[in-house]
């Protein structure tokens, strides 16, 4: 099992570019998440998919958008990059499964806006 | 004001002391608290999970919840350079696919 992967782990672009960040997870978890991470600001909810074919909007939605593509791949998409949205993006699922709701992250994604 | 509140640290201590790490929150309809561990560069992994008030033990690691005081903590034992990361705090009010709310994160460094 490779759990939950991410692509790609570095990425800089320039204002105004567009890129979509890949997540995929072999668990078969019904349940996905995008986050940011930014110094003393902790993770932020982008968006979250709690089953296939349904998304919603987390914290900090703005300037992104989302697709869940199956029930394995989640991707994340920046239409018009911005400097603002430079940060490190982890990607996560959740079975729902007792006796632990527990999330498994993937090991992130270094996106520079310049 | 922050649904979850954690002191950022950093926090630096000797190998083999006892390490008290807290987070408090606002919103009384959490139930579910977790613990999660980063190494640097790194995504974070689950270390600890507790349902409403009490304690958990796991090895040097003890989780307590306080729903009264909206108060939680995790205690390192014996630490060791290996728990250098930094721990957030993570809560949700129902179990399932739900959402967490995060802490900022405490960065913690066991000087040898």
């Known amino acids: 099992n490779a759990g939950v992967t991410q692509t790609p782990k570095f990425q800089v672009l320039k204002t105004g570019q567009s890129m979509t960040l890949q997540c995929a997870q072999d668990?078969?978890?019904?349940?996905m998440y995008w986050y940011r991470q930014d110094p003393g600001m902790g993770l932020r909810l982008i968006y979250y998919?709690?089953?296939?074919?349904?998304?919603d909007k987390g914290e900090v939605p703005n300037g992104y958008n989302v697709s869940r593509l199956n029930k394995r791949e989640f991707s994340l998409r920046l239409e018009s990059a911005a400097p603002s949205q430079t940060s490190v993006y982890f990607c996560?699922?959740?079975?729902?499964?007792?006796?632990?709701?527990?999330?498994?992250f993937g090991p992130g994604t270094r996106l520079t806006v310049l | 004001q922050k649904e979850v509140e954690q002191d950022p640290g950093p926090l630096s201590v000797p190998e083999g002391a006892i390490v008290s790490l807290n987070c408090t929150y606002s919103?009384?309809?959490?139930?579910?608290f977790m613990w999660y561990r980063q190494y640097s560069r790194k995504g974070p992994e689950l270390l600890m999970y507790?349902?409403?008030?009490g304690n958990k033990e796991d090895g040097r690691f003890t989780a307590q919840v306080d729903k009264s005081s909206k108060y939680i903590s995790l205690f390192i034992r014996d630490s060791q350079p290996s728990d250098s990361a930094t721990y957030l705090c993570?809560?949700?009010?129902?179990?399932?696919?739900?959402?967490?709310?995060f802490g900022t994160g405490t960065r913690l460094t066991i000087i040898p």
């Open positions: 998919s709690a089953s296939e074919g349904t998304t």
């Open positions: 668990m078969n978890h019904n349940s």
């Open positions: 996560a699922s959740n079975s729902g499964q007792a006796p632990r709701n527990e999330q498994f």
């Open positions: 993570a809560m949700s009010a129902n179990f399932g696919n739900e959402k967490l709310t």
């Open positions: 919103n009384s309809a959490f139930q579910y």
């Open positions: 507790t349902y409403s008030s």
